[in-house]
């Protein structure tokens, strides 16, 4: 049958509309569907820092209050982008991880600005385990203080701000440029104030602000988290181990023309030996023998030959020992040698006396242990000459042959004596 032109052009229009028709019967029952059907996909994000600064920029945002106490919420965008974790990229709810939108939700039991970062006390273990791990020590006394109840005891963020923490400067060696070690220091003082006023007053600290990095700074003596107690029997025993890893230094000590035999010469003195000893019997206990730091002191440590508290001055020195020595007089000082080690020019008597009797005692004694050993030779000499002469003529006396007789020998009865002959006529 022949189609016209035209007939094939209209044809084709209800197969569309039959097309269309079915695609929006289709899209109606999807969309009618029930929701129970399937669960619904996460369409949710997690929050971005874009979108939490977008926020939290604003100077002006309402802080947050807690009785009567306002905390401002607002976080600099600069200062967090320098920051080590804004350097590392780490979003605002790694740490927030109950901030899921906006408004925030509400928290319970928040009563004051400590209880809001006591919350988060536990969010830097995720990426900072083995750091965490350390502050939880049994042994730390900050984690100590904690545990008996002291909620203002030093957590991460104390000492770590985590919105404005700066990475701390290294060299290529990986150690710390010049005021650097400071801030570790300074950020300590924070609670501890007082020590902190004694510490900079003293040589270490005083040189250490200076940026001398030869000096240590609170944590090269305490550590950094697992911070024991220094008034334990464990700290004062290593205390003195503790000073000698400086002052046993030829590097450092030179500089400053300071004896590198402090702990030959402490461990040679009566003081040294005894503290040996101690440990060794007792090692749990606070030993009673001055170390290190009850002559020098603690924080304010200051130089030898500082004219009013430095060890080299007489009276300073007598005052020193009279702390345990309470009748000692003013030459009982005298008998110190004050870490050095006698040469001819320092200490000459103590020096020569030592001279002679490194060479006197060596040859007393050798020359007895000669004497006994030649004399006991000696003996062991005769006694065997003597035994191998005995020997030797025993051999000749049982190898000599018995003399021959023509009469056989008589049988005389021993108890019947022989009757004289009679004389011949």
């Keep these: 049958m022949h189609r016209s032109p035209l007939h094939s052009r209209l044809r084709p229009v209800p197969i569309l509309l039959l097309v269309f028709a079915l695609a929006a019967a289709a899209l109606f029952l999807s969309l009618n569907q029930p ?15 874009a979108e939490c600064l977008a926020c939290h920029y604003n100077p002006d945002l309402p802080a947050m209050t807690f009785d009567g106490e306002q905390v401002s919420v607002t976080i600099d965008p600069a200062i967090f982008g320098g920051s080590v974790h804004g350097q590392e990229n780490i979003s605002c709810v ?50 100590e203080a904690f545990l ?46 007082g020590v902190f006023e004694d510490y900079v007053s003293g040589v270490h600290g005083e040189a250490l602000l200076n940026n001398n990095p030869d000096v240590p700074n609170c944590t090269d003596c305490h550590g950094v988290h697992e911070i024991v107690d220094p008034t334990t029997a464990g700290f004062r025993l290593s ?10 230094n030829p590097t450092i000590m030179n500089k400053y023309g300071l004896s590198t035999k402090v702990l030959d010469t402490f461990i ?17 206990d606070i030993p009673n023998t001055p170390v290190c730091y009850d002559c020098h002191g603690f924080h304010n440590i200051v130089a030898l030959d500082d004219p009013e508290e430095g060890l080299r001055a007489r009276d300073n020195l007598l005052a020193t020992c009279q702390r345990c020595h309470p009748e000692a007089s003013v030459d009982f000082p005298t008998s110190w040698l004050g870490h050095y080690v006698p040469d001819a020019e320092r200490y000459p008597l103590v020096y020569w006396v030592d001279v002679f009797y490194r060479i006197f005692i060596p040859t007393v004694i050798g020359g007895m242990v000669i004497f006994v050993a ?32 023509d009469e056989g020998p008589t049988a005389e009865s021993p108890d019947q004596p022989s009757e004289p002959e009679e004389p011949k006529e």
């Design 35 to 49: 929701v129970s059907a399937a669960p619904p996909a996460q369409q949710d994000e997690p929050l971005s820092n």
């Design 94 to 143: 790694q740490c927030h991880t109950d901030i899921t939108d906006y408004p925030h939700p509400q928290r319970s039991g928040v009563d004051d600005r400590r209880d809001y970062s006591l919350l988060y006390r536990d969010a830097c273990a995720a990426c900072h385990e083995e750091q965490y791990s350390q502050t939880q020590a049994i042994d730390s006394i900050h984690y």
């Design 374 to 405: 030649t004399d006991v030779g000696r003996r062991i000499y005769d006694r065997r000459r003597g035994q191998a002469a005995k020997a030797g003529a025993e051999t000749e006396a049982a190898a000599e042959p018995e003399p021959i007789t």
């Design 268 to 284: 040679d003195d009566f003081h040294g030996t005894t503290l040996v000893l101690f440990e060794q019997q007792h090692p749990d």
């Design 239 to 248: 205390s003195v181990e503790l000073c000698a890893n400086c002052h046993t």
């Design 148 to 193: 008996s109840g002291n909620v203002n005891a030093p957590i991460c963020t104390d000492c770590h701000d985590p919105h404005a923490m700066q990475p701390l400067q290294v060299n290529r060696r990986g150690e710390f440029l010049a005021g650097e070690r400071a801030k570790i220091s300074q950020t300590c003082a924070r609670c501890h104030s």
